[in-house]
């Protein structure tokens, strides 16, 4: 692997790290979702699995570390790739304007942190041997919140990351 390849990983987690330390007081209002899935546009499947997996790896030791960290990167590591292979593209080849693909991107990053939370909560369920619809339902507010923020921090962080590359091109 290239040293470019591991500091932008190293640089990207250090920076979903400290951002989830900065807003773990908050109940599921996280931007790392969104810093994953923009990720995986614009530096592949690996490089964002990559990013999460040490991102949740370092951030359990300071936030707890358990079984649930496996559950953690088992869900996010499905929603990236359902991110990259099916959600996104599909906004690519819809004719909408970039307003309005931006609008959708936004609103299916939140249905990917729903879909997240979803699969946390089975595997939680399936390792605490609770019943798997009783625990959904009752994370469903943590779910929707998580949506919430993923919906608003996703068009900050794509602007962010494309203000970033074009600079990088320039130089």
């Not at 990207?12 to 400290?18: F, T």
């Not at 807003?23 to 994953?36: D, E, K, L």
Request: hydrophobic share 60%; with cysteine; glycine share 6%.
């Amino acid at each position: 692997m290239p040293l470019k390849k591991i500091s932008r990983i190293a640089i990207l987690s250090a920076l979903a790290i400290v951002l989830r330390i900065a807003f773990a007081g908050f109940p599921n209002i996280q931007p790392i979702t969104a810093i994953f899935l923009v990720c995986a546009v614009f530096y592949g499947l690996w490089e964002s699995v990559l990013i999460m997996s040490v991102t949740m790896l370092v951030t359990s030791f300071l936030l707890g570390f358990g079984p649930w960290v496996l559950g953690q990167i088992i869900s996010f590591g499905s929603i990236l790739f359902l991110w990259k292979f099916i959600c996104y593209p599909l906004t690519k080849f819809l004719p909408l304007s970039r307003l309005n693909k931006m609008i959708l991107q936004a609103v299916l990053a939140g249905l990917m942190s729903i879909i997240y939370g979803i699969i946390v909560d089975a595997y939680s369920a399936l390792l605490f041997a609770a019943p798997l619809f009783a625990y959904i339902l009752a994370g469903m507010t943590f779910n929707l919140m998580h949506a919430v923020s993923t919906v608003l921090f996703y068009p900050i962080i794509v602007s962010i990351f494309r203000r970033l590359l074009s600079d990088e091109k320039i130089m």
